[in-house]
């Protein structure tokens, strides 16, 4: 099997994809689409704040949980519409933003959403149970998003798929997995200096840069 490149080229190769200019204008094309859901994310830091406006504690816990659950639907159109556009971006295939998006959110949003849930129960029972069982699942169940977008793969399906690339390079993974991770932290604690939640809505536009280096590498194991 051909070496699997390390994490730091398969980041300095999302930057240069993510950084030409006709990709930054389809994903600008796409987040300015989801912009208006991305105030959410906003929304929630102010939330302690309408204790100012004598609300009862229900109706705090209440609008609490609706943004939380809108911010996870609203997560999961974004994943959906971020994996379907590499196949243009990367592919050089000619199709609108506008049809990518109708197209992959129809029918992949909603299975996307249910296995984002059904990863994090797994991997939270996990690392309820036990640190190593918790990262064993993170690592394995790392790819499923890719497989069920882009080979229209059952829940199911998409976790035992994943499971397999993993199989035999569980290691190498992981560690990539690590320098991602610390990847997106480091450029998200930048942004988040930015005050009155406008750090937040840029570190939206670069979410299709943080996908990228474990797509590229779930290309790779493919």
């Known amino acids: 099997m051909k070496k699997l490149s390390s994490p730091i080229d398969l980041i300095k ?3 240069d994809i993510f950084s030409k200019k006709k990709n930054l204008i389809f994903f600008l094309e796409i987040y300015l689409l989801i912009l208006p859901f991305s105030v959410f994310s906003v929304v929630q830091n102010f939330v302690p704040a309408l204790q100012n406006l004598q609300l009862t504690y229900s109706w705090q816990l209440g609008l609490n949980l609706l943004l939380n659950v809108g911010y996870l639907l609203v997560s999961a159109l974004v994943g ?3 994996i379907s556009s590499f196949r243009t971006v990367l592919g050089n295939e000619k199709l609108s933003v506008i049809e990518a998006l109708r ?3 129809a029918k992949y949003w909603w299975p996307y959403f249910l296995l984002t849930i059904v990863v994090a129960i797994i991997t939270g029972l996990g690392f309820v149970l036990l640190i190593v069982p918790g990262v064993l699942f993170l690592t394995w169940f790392s790819f499923a998003r890719f497989i069920l977008v882009e080979k229209g793969s059952k ?3 998409s976790l035992v798929t994943s499971r397999n690339l993993v199989k035999g390079k569980f290691w190498k993974i992981f560690g990539r997995l690590i320098v ?3 990847f997106e ?3 998200e ?3 988040s200096t930015i005050p009155y939640g406008i750090g937040t809505i840029f570190t939206g536009f670069l979410g299709a840069l943080f996908i990228l280096p474990p797509y590229l590498l779930y290309k790779e194991l493919e």
């Open 13 to 15: 190769m999302s930057v």
């Open 80 to 82: 959906v519409s971020v």
């Open 103 to 105: 197209k992959s959110c």
């Open 155 to 157: 829940i199911k399906e």
């Open 180 to 182: 991602f991770g610390v």
């Open 185 to 187: 932290l480091v450029v």
């Open 189 to 191: 604690f930048i942004f």
